[in-house]
């Protein structure tokens, strides 16, 4: 069985030491599915639904960049990072659910496998915030690691 990173000898939490450690690039792709609901869904144009809050993909597209870069503040064992890029992209896939995709890249001595999962995630949950007068039916159905490469092993789902 494996031990966990994050414990010291004594199983007290830590932050792991990544000082010997090269700088490799590194990227991590995460993956979210949510159900929108045809009643929100049906509120789009072009793929978009602009509200009084403002558009809403875009507008979680760019508080999705934003999670990446918070990422450390919000998940305590996290490393800060200097991210060096973030992509996100959201799809609608039929007339009910939508998929959001977060790709980040680094180069550094750690992975942004926490990062893209944080940006998927608060992605989703602007969505639903913007959306939440039109139905509160909306689910965050999974989000997962599809991809993690340049660290001590890549992951390929």
Request: aromatic share 4%; charged share 25%; glycine share 8%.
């Amino acid at each position: 069985m494996s031990k966990f990173s994050h414990l010291n000898k004594k199983g007290n939490p830590k932050m792991v030491n990544v000082s010997d450690k090269k700088i490799t690039k590194r990227t991590a792709i995460a993956k979210a599915t949510m159900f929108l609901g045809k009643e929100v869904i049906a509120h789009f144009t072009n793929e978009e639904l602009v509200t009084k809050k403002g558009p809403v993909f875009q507008t979680a597209i760019i508080a999705g960049i934003q999670g990446v870069k918070k990422t450390s503040e919000l998940i305590p064992m996290c490393h800060p990072l200097l991210i060096n890029g973030v992509d996100i992209d959201i799809n609608i896939i039929d007339t009910e659910n939508i998929e959001v995709f977060c790709e980040v890249t680094i180069t550094g001595k750690t992975g942004v496998e926490m990062e893209a999962l944080t940006g998927a995630n608060i992605t989703c949950l602007t969505i639903y915030d913007m959306c939440k007068s039109i139905s509160q039916e909306m689910v965050i159905k999974e989000v997962r690691l599809l991809k993690k490469t340049g660290g001590k092993s890549d992951i390929n789902n």
